[in-house]
C-alpha cells in the first residue's frame, strides 16, 4: 500500500467500530490495486456524530461508511440522499463530491450481488421469498427482493407490529406471518434468508427445522459471524443451496470504493480468504 502526502482518504464512522471488517477489506484492495490511499477507523459517539461527518470535507476524506449506530441518524446530516438511502431509510455509504455530502445504501446491491454469486441457479420469479426479521437489514433485503420481482414476500418477526409496520413503508406484494408460523411460512419457498442476529455469536439459537423446505429453494444467513451458522448447516445437510453473509459485506464495500478511489474492486476468494484470516 502506497500512503504519500497526496493520499486518498476514506474510513468508516462507528461506535464502537474496533470489531468492523471495513478497514482490512478495503486496505486490502487499496494495496492489491497499488492505491496512493487510506482507510482508516474512525471512532464516532451519537453526540458527536453531525460535527464529525461535517468536517470530513475539510480533512480531505472522499467519503466514508457508517456503520452502528449511526445509519439512521446520518440521513439527516446528508446534503443530498439517493433514492436507494432514502427508501431503505438509512445511510451506509457517504460519498463527498465538491463538499457536498451524499448519502447512499449499498446493502441492498450487495445482498443481491452475494446471492447471485453463491447461488447463481436461484431465479426470482420463480416462487415465494420467506424473510426473518424486521430490522434494518431486512429493509434492505425487501428493497432488492422487491426490485428484482420476487411474486410474494413472507415476512415473519418475533414482533408482528414491527413487521406490518415495515411492509407498510416498504410497500410490495408483502405478507405478514406471526413467528409461530415461521416453518408454515416455508411451504413452496423458492428463498429464505435470516435477517435476525438468532444465530449469530453471542444470542440465541435459531430455532426453525427445514423440512417443509423445497429441496431447492435457497438459504441465505446474513450472519457471518460464524460464517457457518446452524441455519446453513442444517439447509446444506438437506440439500439446498446455502449462502453465508460474508458476501453481502464484501460486496456492499463495492460501491463505496469506486466512487473514493476511482477502481471498481472484485469480490474474490482470495479477499474472502484473507478476511477471515483476520477474524
Do not use: C
Request: without cysteine; charged residues 15%; proline residues 7%.
Amino acid at each position: 500500500m502506497i500512503i504519500s502526502g497526496k493520499a486518498m482518504l476514506a474510513g468508516v464512522i462507528g461506535w464502537p467500530v474496533s470489531h468492523s471488517r471495513s478497514p482490512r477489506l478495503h486496505n486490502y484492495w487499496l494495496a492489491h490495486h497499488g492505491v496512493d490511499g487510506a482507510y482508516v477507523p474512525l471512532p464516532v459517539a451519537p453526540e458527536n456524530l453531525q460535527a464529525a461527518i461535517r468536517a470530513l470535507p475539510l480533512l480531505g476524506f472522499a467519503g466514508v461508511n457508517i456503520t452502528l449506530p449511526h445509519k439512521e441518524a446520518a440521513l439527516a446530516v446528508m446534503d443530498r440522499v439517493t433514492p436507494a438511502a432514502r427508501r431503505i431509510g438509512a445511510v451506509n455509504t457517504l460519498v463527498i463530491r465538491d463538499g457536498v455530502l451524499v448519502g447512499d445504501n449499498t446493502d441492498a446491491f450487495g445482498f443481491l450481488e452475494n446471492l447471485r454469486s453463491g447461488a447463481p441457479g436461484w431465479r426470482s420469479e420463480a416462487g415465494p421469498a420467506v424473510v426473518l426479521g424486521a430490522g434494518g437489514a431486512a429493509r434492505a433485503v425487501l428493497a432488492a427482493l422487491i426490485d428484482v420481482g420476487v411474486p410474494e414476500i413472507r415476512l415473519v418477526n418475533r414482533t408482528t407490529g414491527r413487521a406490518e409496520k415495515l411492509a407498510a413503508e416498504i410497500f410490495g406484494p408483502i405478507r405478514v406471518l406471526p413467528w409461530a408460523e415461521r416453518e408454515a411460512a416455508l411451504d413452496g419457498a423458492n428463498l429464505l434468508v435470516n435477517t435476525t442476529v438468532l444465530g449469530m455469536e453471542g444470542a440465541p439459537p435459531l430455532e426453525l427445522a427445514l423440512e417443509r423446505l423445497p429441496r431447492h429453494a435457497v438459504v441465505n444467513d446474513i450472519v457471518y459471524a460464524p460464517l457457518e451458522t446452524e441455519l446453513l448447516a442444517a439447509a446444506r445437510a438437506g440439500g439446498h443451496t446455502a449462502v453465508d453473509g460474508l458476501g453481502m459485506l464484501l460486496h456492499q464495500a463495492r460501491p463505496g470504493f469506486e466512487a473514493w478511489f476511482g477502481i471498481a474492486p472484485e469480490v474474490t476468494a482470495a479477499l474472502r480468504a484473507f478476511l477471515l484470516q483476520g477474524a
